[in-house]
């Protein structure tokens, strides 16, 4: 089985100022690892995720996330944040391979300030 | 990236009625088909994985026989809420894999918001 952790329920962040959101995870096997933005109202989009290979993985709009096996963390950050990214963040995990099922963490409420 | 299809989106319906949401993969075939349940301000809860051709696999504490899940082809599965009430009221999620390969991300409906008065 396996968990994840977002401390961070709501993360209030002026408009382009840096931004990081944590998670962590725990499991006995190897993973695969997401985050999904949720805007209010509607489903889940997925943001990024790492299967394999490069640590570092990137979104098509700024964002982007790393890897750390060792500290069991996929932490979200964007250099510089905009109005549009206000919405709920969500990390998941999955068993690497098969159709495994995703767990989600609690969320993180991100709320860009003008 | 492939689409899946939650009908409908938004549903009222009284206290003892019961109600079909249906989750459909467009564009691809899914084996398994995933069913969550969201209560306002908190994650999202696996309910169910709906395997096609066979019977849903519940996690413990759902019960099975007030959320019927059938997952009659591969592009189809449909939640029932039996009888529902108004402690049923939720958002409801699908999500769906392809069936071609294990490593692939899971993709989510669009949600259906379930008010039962």
């Known amino acids: ?114 | 990236g492939a689409v899946v299809s939650q009908h409908p989106s938004r549903v009222i319906c009284k206290s003892g009625t019961s109600v079909k949401i249906e989750c459909r993969s467009l564009d691809f075939q899914a084996t398994t088909m995933f069913w969550y349940r969201q209560f306002p301000k908190q994650s999202l809860m696996l309910m169910a994985t709906s395997n096609e051709g066979s019977k849903a696999t519940y996690e413990q504490g759902v019960e099975k026989d007030k959320f019927l899940i059938n997952h009659a082809s591969l592009t189809l599965s449909t939640l029932t809420v039996t009888s529902a009430h108004p402690e049923d009221s939720s958002f409801y999620i699908c999500s769906a894999r392809e069936s071609s390969g294990g490593n692939t991300e899971a993709f989510f409906g669009q949600g259906t918001r379930l008010t039962v008065v």
């Not at chain 1, 209030?12 to 100022?17: D, I, M, S």
């Not at chain 1, 962590?24 to 933005?37: G, H, I």
């Not at chain 1, 489903?43 to 982007?64: A, C, M, R």
């Open chain 1, 1 to 114: 089985a396996q968990s994840v952790t977002q401390l961070d329920s709501q993360v209030p962040v002026f408009e382009e100022a840096p931004v990081e959101l944590r998670c962590n995870y725990s499991s006995s096997v190897s993973v695969y690892l997401f985050w999904y933005v949720q805007y209010p109202n509607q489903g889940l989009q997925l943001l990024l995720k790492y299967l394999s290979g490069s640590t570092l993985v990137e979104s098509i709009n700024g964002f982007e996330a790393e890897f750390n096996k060792s500290q069991t963390s996929f932490h979200l950050r964007k250099p510089s944040v905009h109005i549009s990214d206000t919405a709920e963040y969500f990390c998941a995990v999955s068993e690497s391979g098969g159709y495994q099922k995703v767990t989600f963490g609690t969320g993180t409420k991100l709320q860009v300030i003008p």
